[in-house]
């Protein structure tokens, strides 16, 4: 009897984020082609006590390959929050520098359904959550460990 492999974190973010990819494309949105989603604490925040940090973007201009970068804390492991924090961070890898959580941080997020929250905040609404429960490549995916 074969035993199930399992799947590291930044595998299982790379397959929730081509999932959420296709969402921002149908919604006539462009995630950068050149992107990389890790599991690593932030640069900082993310061992307060009042208020963590639980993802962060780094455009390509930090990265010495010219890459974004995207990380969620291992400080997290609540699927939903996951996926939310994820969604938030595509939304910044998507609008590039410059535009922190303003209007067009939040008119993107409203989009694409991370809009649950302040804009500091932003988590994937019930509709999209919903969506991803009943999309047939997150179900494979199963909960992030």
């Not at 492999?5 to 973010?13: A, D, N, P, Q, Y």
């Not at 010219?66 to 998507?94: K, N, Q, W, Y």
């Not at 649950?116 to 490549?137: M, R, S």
């Amino acid at each position: 009897m074969g035993t199930k492999k399992l799947m590291t974190r930044e595998c299982w973010l790379n397959s929730a984020a081509s999932i959420l990819t296709e969402m921002f494309e149908e919604s006539g949105h462009k995630i950068p082609a050149k992107i990389r989603y890790t599991v690593s604490l932030p640069s900082k925040g993310g061992m307060g006590t009042k208020r963590k940090v639980i993802g962060q973007c780094f455009y390509p201009v930090c990265s010495s390959s010219g890459t974004t970068e995207i990380f969620i804390t291992p400080m997290i492991d609540d699927t939903r929050l996951v996926v939310g924090t994820l969604l938030h961070e595509m939304v910044h890898a998507s609008l590039g520098q410059g535009y922190g959580h303003k209007k067009e941080f939040i008119a993107l997020c409203k989009d694409v359904g991370c809009d649950e929250g302040k804009p500091t905040e932003a988590c994937i609404n019930d509709n999209t959550w919903n969506y991803l429960q009943n999309h047939k490549a997150f179900k494979r995916l199963g909960n992030f460990t």
